[in-house]
């Protein structure tokens, strides 16, 4: 029964292009009934005042029942009338035009609603202006005019004026209708297509997501599925465990920082050097030397320390995949201004970084992922001559603060 309702409450339509097609059928009932009951009260008058009233009433009748069954029709089809029905609708007004003064008594063609077809043309002029052929919008608009001039006859003579006005009415009406209809359709059309653009780009962040979530889940899997009996595997199962706590809290639609991150940091500000320090110490079989003391002090909102976290893993994986490096050195430094400096460099076989694309894992999750979060990455190749990336970024003000107190309260 809501729904239903919801139907009727213009508020609660949709700003689509259904929902304002919806919108078109009650202005078009609105005006049509309005004309209705405009003519209504006037029919007795003209009946007892008409040289034909068996010929008046029946046109009465034909206008009244159109504007009713326009009304029900454009209801049920929820969007104005077609083509075909919007040829029929201005041909009975034109009709009625022309056959008016037959059925009027002479001097009721102006100033009341006797003479119900001036009106009841205009309704009709202005509700088929949603039609969306122009040109039988311009057809059907210029033979109302034309015969609104039959229907003045020589009675229009002696007040050109109003007779000039009517016409202008049509004309300026029908214009002013016909841009509404087309604005507010393009509107409709504008807002789908940005709901469709929307969606489209919700569609292809939540793909990245999975992309970057997966891709060192994946590499970890891969390496332990190669390594030799006797390998690293205890450090590659701490891997494994790891990316499986991402992918649960990915499923689980929950933020994917692993449990110990939350258990030390509490979702507040994280501090880089022991997250640098732990990801490494998976990484044992590198022997990673590690030269952290000159940003101790930095520290970085969670999404920002994770990001980090999960492009250091992505880089640490690739050195151990496909560098062949003996040594990685992995160096984190905080600048005066407040800038800081995550660097990791092997001495491996490297590759040239003009002529090869980038990976997943150095596309999405080290570079995509990192300027996604406002970072900046810069990564520096060559062919045996291993490979630097550089992970800067500013400090929070609000920690740069702290550590400018910590600096005046050790003075």
């Given at each position: 029964?809501?729904?239903?309702?919801?139907?009727?409450?213009?508020?609660?339509?949709?700003?689509?292009?259904v929902?304002?097609e919806?919108?078109?059928?009650?202005f078009?009932?609105g005006v049509?009934?309005?004309?209705?009951a405009q003519?209504?009260p006037?029919?007795q008058v003209?009946?007892?005042?008409?040289p034909?009233?068996?010929?008046?009433l029946?046109c009465?009748l034909a206008?009244?029942?159109a504007?009713?069954?326009v009304?029900?029709?454009t209801?049920?089809?929820?969007?104005?009338l077609?083509?075909a029905a919007?040829?029929a609708?201005f041909?009975?007004?034109?009709?009625?035009?022309?056959?008016a003064p037959?059925?009027?008594a002479p001097?009721e063609?102006?100033?009341?609603w006797?003479?119900?077809?001036?009106?009841?043309a205009?309704s009709v002029?202005?509700?088929?202006s949603?039609?969306r052929?122009?040109?039988?919008w311009a057809?059907?608009l210029?033979s109302v005019?034309?015969?609104y001039l039959v229907?003045?006859?020589?009675?229009?003579?002696?007040?050109t004026t109003t007779?000039m006005?009517?016409?202008?009415?049509?004309?300026v009406y029908?214009?002013?209708?016909?841009m509404l209809f087309?604005?507010?359709?393009r509107i409709?059309?504008d807002?789908?297509?940005s709901?469709?653009l929307?969606?489209?780009?919700a569609?292809?962040?939540?793909?990245r997501?999975?992309?970057v979530l997966?891709h060192?889940g994946?590499?970890?899997?891969q390496l332990?599925?190669?390594?030799?009996?006797g390998?690293p595997?205890?450090?590659?199962?701490?891997?494994?465990?790891v990316?499986?706590q991402?992918?649960?809290?990915?499923l689980r639609?929950r933020?994917?920082?692993t449990?110990?991150?939350?258990?030390?940091?509490?979702g507040?500000p994280?501090?880089?050097?022991?997250?640098?320090e732990?990801m490494?110490?998976?990484f044992?079989?590198?022997?990673?030397?590690t030269?952290?003391?000159?940003?101790?002090?930095v520290?970085?909102?969670?999404?920002?320390a994770?990001?980090?976290?999960?492009?250091l893993?992505?880089l640490?994986l690739n050195v151990r995949?496909?560098a062949?490096?003996?040594n990685?050195?992995?160096?984190?430094?905080e600048?005066s201004p407040?800038?800081w400096?995550l660097?990791v460099s092997?001495d491996?076989i490297?590759?040239?970084?003009?002529?090869?694309?980038p990976?997943?894992?150095l596309?999405?999750?080290v570079?995509?992922e990192?300027?996604h979060?406002?970072?900046d990455v810069?990564?520096?190749?060559?062919p045996?001559?291993g490979t630097t990336?550089?992970i800067?970024?500013?400090c929070?003000?609000?920690?740069q603060?702290?550590?400018?107190?910590r600096?005046a309260?050790a003075?």
């Open positions: 029964m809501a729904g239903r309702n919801a139907l009727w409450r213009v508020t609660d339509l949709p700003t689509t292009k929902g304002v919806r919108v078109f059928t009650y078009i009932a049509r009934l309005g004309t209705v003519m209504v006037a029919v003209g009946l007892a005042s008409s034909r009233d068996s010929a008046y029946a009465w206008a009244a029942g504007s009713v069954l009304t029900v029709v209801l049920i089809r929820r969007r104005p077609g083509a919007s040829t609708d041909a009975l007004a034109c009709t009625l035009l022309v056959l037959h059925v009027l001097g063609r102006f100033g009341t006797v003479a119900y077809q001036p009106g009841y205009l002029v202005i509700t088929a949603g039609v052929s122009l040109v039988l057809g059907g210029v005019v034309v015969c229907y003045l006859g020589d009675n229009g003579a002696g007040m007779a006005g009517n016409e202008l009415t049509y004309v029908a214009v002013v209708a016909r087309n604005y507010i359709r409709a059309h807002a789908d297509a709901r469709a929307v969606a489209e780009l569609r292809g962040e939540e793909e997501r999975a992309r997966m060192n994946v590499a970890v899997m332990l599925a190669n390594s030799t009996p390998g595997r205890s450090g590659l199962a701490d891997l494994a465990e990316e499986v991402r992918m649960r809290a990915y639609g933020s994917t920082a449990e110990d991150d939350e258990r030390v940091d509490g507040g994280v501090t880089l050097a022991p997250l640098v732990r490494c110490d998976r044992a079989d590198l022997h990673a030397d030269l952290l003391d000159l940003g101790a002090s520290r970085l909102p969670a999404g920002d994770e990001a980090v976290e999960s492009a893993e992505s640490l995949a496909h062949q490096a003996h990685v050195v992995i160096h984190l430094d600048d407040g800038r400096a660097t092997d491996g490297g590759y040239d970084a003009d002529s090869v694309a990976g997943v894992g596309r999405d999750v570079i995509g990192l300027q979060r406002g970072l810069a990564i520096a190749s060559a045996g001559e990336v550089t800067s970024g500013s929070p003000p609000s920690d603060g702290e550590g400018h107190d600096l309260d003075r």
